[in-house]
């Protein structure tokens, strides 16, 4: 399980660190940057498939996505007795993201290359550092990996560095570049881990929504990001899965209901959904947006196949506010299988959350100085957590 989180120079998020528990909540208020917490998650994700530069680059590169305010805050800005201005710059400019757990930690430090007159890629950001340890927090004996720019180091069985250093490109990641389970086992591990993390977002309901279109089904033990496969998840779920868990949230949010999953002639799988008063099932087509979204989250959250890590971003969005407590218990009943991360604006959700679960980790987000920070936490509140120098 991930203890600690830390996000540094990623959009609003200057410098935090933040406790992660098994089910973790994260709130505040528009703005307070909430989704780029959500995004830095993703982004330490895309690190593990060697996609975190091309992620970058869709949201307008690395200067795009730096911490656009000063270095330091002054006192006498703080006091609110000068404005806020740019300062000389004393560190180099970089994104740093990282975890740490009771097992394993990684961090990864991505920078602005040299300009280089030979290639038009001077805008891809270069892995300066990257590391890979052992228990929660980075120190020099704990650590089993390190690169710094294209030089990557190992321990060997004995404890020590292995004598033979390993290069790689400055714009790939040594988990997808260096996983080998003979001469680095847990870098794959660690990578091996990261990729099995789960993310959803919004889900689609209009009209054309791929979760309303009928398709061919195979057993789907994991929901795909845009629900097409809503049919099947649910079947597998039914087949496979706890089938007993279903019926119940069904039913929690719309009392007296019954879901099945039906298959036509030609192999096409179609959700039927009986409610008391009518005379036939209605299929994906014919269902509210908020019934349909809420089975997407029962498909997703009920997986046969859990994760290390399910991040979820606002899953209240377009939830009628009834639906909210049925959620509350779909997400509780997650999280005794995997940790959970859950982004929410919805008060009465968390709420929920809260008298459901008592081991709830509560993290609300707010702004200082343009700054994301969390609320309540002072300097010595901060779980420990040691940034790799250049």
Not at 131 to 141: A, D, E, F, S
Request: charged share 25%.
């Amino acid at each position: 399980m991930l203890t600690t989180l830390a996000i540094e120079n990623y959009r609003s998020l200057r410098d935090l660190v933040l406790p992660l528990s098994r089910l973790t909540v994260v709130t505040g208020a528009n703005g307070s940057g909430k989704s780029s917490l959500y995004r830095s998650l993703r982004l330490l994700a895309d690190a593990a498939r060697n996609g975190a530069v091309a992620a970058l680059a869709r949201e307008g590169g690395l200067p795009s996505t730096l911490w656009a305010g000063p270095e330091t805050v002054g006192r006498a800005v703080r006091e609110g007795r000068a404005p806020v201005q740019g300062t000389r710059r004393s560190k180099p400019v970089g994104l740093r993201l990282g975890f740490a757990g009771n097992e394993f930690g990684y961090a990864l430090d991505l920078g602005i290359p040299v300009p280089d007159q030979t290639t038009a890629f001077n805008l891809d950001p270069e892995f300066k550092r990257e590391c890979v340890w052992r228990g929660p927090v980075l120190r020099q004996v704990t650590l089993l990996a390190d690169r710094a720019g294209p030089v990557v180091r190992t321990r060997g069985r004995s404890g020590g560095w292995e004598k033979e250093a390993h290069r790689i490109g400055l714009t790939d990641s040594m988990l997808s570049e260096f996983a080998d389970p003979r001469t680095a086992p847990e870098v794959m591990v660690v990578r091996e881990r990261i990729r099995s993390w789960r993310f959803y977002d919004h889900f689609r309901t209009d009209a054309e929504a791929p979760a309303r279109q009928l398709r061919v089904g195979t057993r789907t033990p994991v929901l795909g990001h845009d629900g097409a496969d809503l049919a099947a998840a649910l079947r597998t779920i039914i087949e496979i899965g706890d089938a007993d868990a279903l019926a119940g949230a069904i039913d929690d949010a719309f009392p007296g209901s019954r879901l099945s999953v039906e298959v036509n002639h030609d192999g096409r799988f179609e959700v039927r959904f009986r409610q008391d008063g009518l005379l036939r099932p209605l299929g994906a087509a014919e269902l509210s947006d908020g019934t349909l979204r809420y089975l997407l989250w029962v498909a997703a959250l009920l997986s046969p196949r859990p994760p290390e890590l399910l991040v979820l971003n606002e899953p209240e969005t377009s939830l009628h506010p009834d639906l909210l407590p049925a959620l509350a218990v779909l997400i509780s009943t997650a999280a005794k299988q995997a940790q959970l991360v859950v982004v929410s604006h919805a008060r009465p959700l968390v709420r929920a959350l809260e008298v459901i679960d008592g081991d709830i980790g509560s993290l609300e987000l707010e702004k200082e100085f343009g700054a994301t920070v969390l609320a309540g936490q002072g300097r010595l509140d901060r779980p420990a957590w040691h940034w790799p120098k250049r």
